[in-house]
């Protein structure tokens, strides 16, 4: 399994450290936001990963960012989080935290 720690960019680890501490502190919602805002770190870091990430059937979808209660949408061609709803699982927050880490690594050279 990847580790956070692993990550070289300071902004995205620290995100990443945060949405760990909030999953060990018990708020699972806080900890899908976190993940969320380092995600949105990388899409403006790396050309080309919104657009990745971005809906489409003929995509895999295990393969881009999670649809577990947040939509990445463009607006006016921006990445844009749309939240359905308030209160997450500790599993989606796993998941979450995963495929940022894992993306993140990907990406670093």
């Known amino acids: 399994m990847a580790r956070y720690d692993d990550v070289q960019d300071d902004g995205v680890r ?3 450290e945060q949405a760990t ?3 060990r502190g018990g708020d699972p919602s806080a900890a899908v936001r976190a993940c ?3 995600f949105a770190l990388l899409m403006d870091q790396h050309e ?3 657009e990745e990430n971005l809906p489409a059937d003929e ?3 295990h393969q881009q960012f999670p649809r ?3 939509r990445l949408e463009s607006v006016e061609g921006q990445p844009h989080f749309e939240f ?3 209160q997450f699982s500790m599993g989606e927050a796993i ?3 995963d495929f940022t880490t894992d993306t993140a690594l990907k990406r670093q050279a």
């Open 59 to 61: 995509k895999i979808h």
């Open 48 to 50: 080309g990963l919104f």
């Open 14 to 16: 620290a995100l990443l």
């Open 95 to 97: 998941t979450y935290l």
């Open 84 to 86: 359905d709803r308030e």
């Open 36 to 38: 969320c805002d380092a």
């Open 21 to 23: 501490s909030e999953m």
């Open 68 to 70: 577990f209660g947040v």
